[in-house]
């Protein structure tokens, strides 16, 4: 997962918020059994799109701030950002194509 970056509290508002290209990020937690059915696919987005979306993952046992900001309730969540907005936003645990669609639509 050498292409997904990994953000917390401190680092999400200038690396995702601030990004000057779409984003998407992966709420998880260790624990979660769906959100390790989607984590392979998010690593393959990440090397696909590299360079034209930035594709991160934020465990949220571990930082508490952002996914409450964002009303994170049920993990495996992805949400899609463009241009410091939410432009969509993924709760369960769905194959690469259905990420990937989404994912078009904002570039």
Known sequence: MADVLEV???????????????????????????????????????????????VAKMDVDQNRGTPARFGIRNIPTLILFKNGEVAQTIIGAYPKSHIEAELKKLL
């Not at 401190?10 to 769906?34: G, H, L, N």
């Not at 059915?37 to 696909?48: D, I, Q, R, T, Y």
């Open 8 to 54: 917390t509290d401190d680092t999400f508002d200038k690396e995702i918020m601030q990004s000057d290209i779409p984003a998407i990020v992966d709420f998880w937690a260790e624990w979660c059994a769906p959100c390790k059915m989607v984590g392979p696919a998010v690593a393959e987005l990440a090397s696909e799109y590299k360079g034209k979306v930035k």
